[in-house]
């Protein structure tokens, strides 16, 4: 019944920042854990970073400490992802995922809910 909407993917150069964005309707948003994972071609989907449901707690893939930051705004039910200094092997389909309870987890299977996505391309 949640519904997930994922915005702001292109195609960039090495070294370039990308915000992305995701927007929640059909439920309580503020309630809900939320996270981002990403999936290369002929590669399985993979996290990337979590944020409890309140925003304090936050947790990342080492592949992009450092790089990327995961944000939320329950006043505007969206949840982003800030990344920069990208890299060529950041290159996926960037999935928004939430799941109705407030612990981070982060593995695909305790997510609840996901978008469809939104492409990044980062050339070298």
């Known amino acids: 019944q949640v519904q997930l909407v994922e915005s702001g993917g292109g195609l960039v150069q090495a070294g370039d920042s990308l915000r992305l964005s995701c927007a929640a309707s059909g439920g309580t948003f503020s309630t809900y854990a939320m996270g981002w994972f990403r999936q290369a071609p002929g590669k399985e989907r993979e996290f990337v970073a979590v944020i409890s449901a309140s925003g304090t707690n936050t947790r990342y893939a080492d592949s992009v400490k450092g790089r990327f930051t995961i944000s939320r705004d329950n006043a505007k039910n969206t949840v982003y992802l800030q990344m920069n200094s990208l890299k060529p092997e950041d290159t996926a389909v960037y999935y928004c995922?939430?799941?109705?309870?407030?612990?981070?987890?982060?593995?695909?299977?305790?997510?609840?809910?996901w978008g469809k996505g939104t492409q990044v391309t980062v050339s070298s």
């Open positions: 995922a939430g799941r109705w309870g407030r612990a981070i987890v982060t593995t695909r299977s305790g997510m609840d809910f």
